[in-house]
T-cell receptor, first 109, second 116 residues
Framework: KQEVTQIPAALSVPEGENLVLNCSFT??????LQWFRQDPGKGLTSLLL?????REQTSGRLNASLDKSSGRSTLYIAASQPGDSATYLC????????FGKGTRLHILP | NAGVMQNPRHLVRRRGQEARLRCSPM?????VYWYRQLPEEGLKFMVY????????ESGMPKERFSAEFPKEGPSILRIQQVVRGDSAAYFC??????????????FGPGTRLLVL
């Protein structure tokens, strides 16, 4: 049974710092991996999607990597801003989407 | 092209009442997925539907919960005789036909259900 774990559960960093969010999954036979952002009381915004054949994806200040063999993904956020404060969800897709519990990120002004 | 729409956005019910949550997929999408997010938890898959068919309901509680996606109109997630433990955010996603559950899913804003 696929399980997705995100560490840390919560993170506070000063504005301007670079940071890394971690995601691990137990079954490497995934179709793709996706990172989402969720603001309080809101829906999900897709940030980056990495196909199983890919190693990384980049969008602006965000970079996501995927190492299928070790069952790990990281989301790197460069030059963090207060507007980056949100919960970040990692999700893997095999025959259905399995989500992690998320990392609550707080950027201190 | 409007995104996935869900209504109501907030729903308050007393224990024992029924809750009906609606989801209108994006234009051109014929596949709908429902997820539940309990407080402090990640989203959990509940059910995957195509028009007039339930494809995968492995995440649905066996009792009180049902889902449909009729030929016309939105998908409905129905919870009968609600209990406090049903309080959660319920998200709907839709996708195009093609690769089934492997198609990219687009998420709605969610319905937040509070059971008093």
């Amino acid at each position: 049974k696929q399980e997705v774990t995100q560490i840390p559960a919560a993170l506070s960093v000063p504005e301007g710092e670079n940071l890394v969010l971690n995601c691990s999954f137990t079954d490497s036979a995934i179709y793709n991996l996706q990172w989402f952002r969720q603001d309080p009381g809101k829906g999900l915004t897709s940030l980056l999607l990495i196909q199983s054949s890919q190693r990384e994806q980049t969008s602006g200040r965000l970079n996501a990597s995927l190492d299928k063999s070790s069952g790990r993904s990281t989301l790197y956020i460069a030059a963090s801003q207060p507007g980056d404060s949100a919960t970040y969800l990692c999700a893997v897709l095999d025959d259905k989407i399995i989500f992690g519990k998320g990392t609550r990120l707080h950027i201190l002004p | 092209n409007a995104g996935v729409m869900q209504n109501p956005r907030h729903l308050v019910r007393r224990r024992g009442q029924e809750a009906r949550l609606r989801c209108s997929p994006m234009k051109g999408h014929s596949h709908v997925y429902w997820y539940r997010q309990l407080p402090e938890e990640g989203l959990k898959f509940m059910v995957y539907l195509q028009k007039e068919n339930i494809i995968d309901e492995s995440g649905m509680p066996k009792e009180r919960f049902s889902a449909e996606f009729p030929k016309e109109g939105p998908s409905i997630l129905r919870i009968q005789q609600v209990v406090r433990g049903d309080s959660a955010a319920y998200f709907c996603a839709s996708s195009r036909p093609g690769q089934g559950a492997r198609e990219t899913q687009y998420f709605g804003p969610g319905t937040r259900l509070l059971v008093l």
